[in-house]
């Protein structure tokens, strides 16, 4: 599986931003997929995820404020970010899950500076 993120940027606080996150190669057997952030210093952490079945689930620090969707056809996940806070500045992570019998593999794409300014 191959991930490829874009969307990043500058934005001031109150702004928005759209993330997209392309996979290829096994999609198939692809469970979920998702978006994590780590700021300077601090570990990283799950922003957004969606399941194939299509649950999604978010950290409480952007529930009301950020949307995760995907595009079957295009095989593409999106991070719709609004309100956007100085906090939420960070590297963003495409994350790609498959659940296979020996275990749980990650995947992961090149990160996406979003830099919301005060």
């Known amino acids: 599986v191959q991930l490829q993120a874009s969307g990043g940027g500058l934005v001031q606080a109150g702004g928005s931003l759209r993330l997209s996150c392309a996979a290829s190669g096994s999609i198939f057997s692809i469970n979920a997929m998702g978006w994590y952030r780590q700021a300077p210093g601090k570990q990283r952490e799950l922003v957004a995820d969606i399941t194939r079945g299509g649950n999604t689930n978010y950290a409480d620090s952007v529930k009301g404020r950020f949307t995760i969707s995907r595009d079957s056809a295009k095989n593409t996940v999106y991070l719709q970010m609004n309100t956007l806070k100085p906090e939420d500045t960070a590297v963003y992570y495409c994350?790609?899950?498959?659940?296979?019998?020996?275990?749980?593999?990650?995947?992961w794409g090149q990160g996406t500076q979003v830099t919301v300014s005060s």
């Open positions: 994350n790609a899950v498959q659940q296979r019998i020996t275990g749980r593999y990650d995947y």
